[in-house]
């Protein structure tokens, strides 16, 4: 667990599954309804990100339970 060994540190929290910007949006568009096309640079939809979680689940003993797009449908049904 967290101490004040780690205390300040960063951990990225998630799958470690690769997810593009575009994959975001398509997600986030349908969850919360939204209508309007995102405006990008050229490069910007086609970056890919993910998190890598093996910290997390080596010092906090974290282990994603939800996909991405089932954490940002339960975030909309939220009123988050």
């Known amino acids: ?6 205390y300040g540190e960063a951990f990225n929290i998630g799958t470690g599954k690769a997810t ?9 568009k349908k ?3 939204i ?6 640079n050229d490069k910007l939809p086609y970056i890919t ?3 890598n979680p093996r910290k997390s689940r080596e010092v ?3 282990k994603p ?3 991405l797009a089932e ?8 009123g988050q």
């Open 60 to 62: 906090l003993g974290f």
């Open 1 to 6: 667990f967290p101490s004040h060994d780690n």
């Open 71 to 78: 954490w940002i449908q339960k975030q909309a049904m939220n």
């Open 31 to 33: 969850a919360f309804d």
């Open 20 to 28: 593009s910007l575009n994959e975001v949006v398509r997600i986030a």
């Open 35 to 40: 209508k309007e096309e995102p405006k990008f």
């Open 49 to 51: 990100w993910y998190s």
């Open 65 to 67: 339970t939800m996909e």
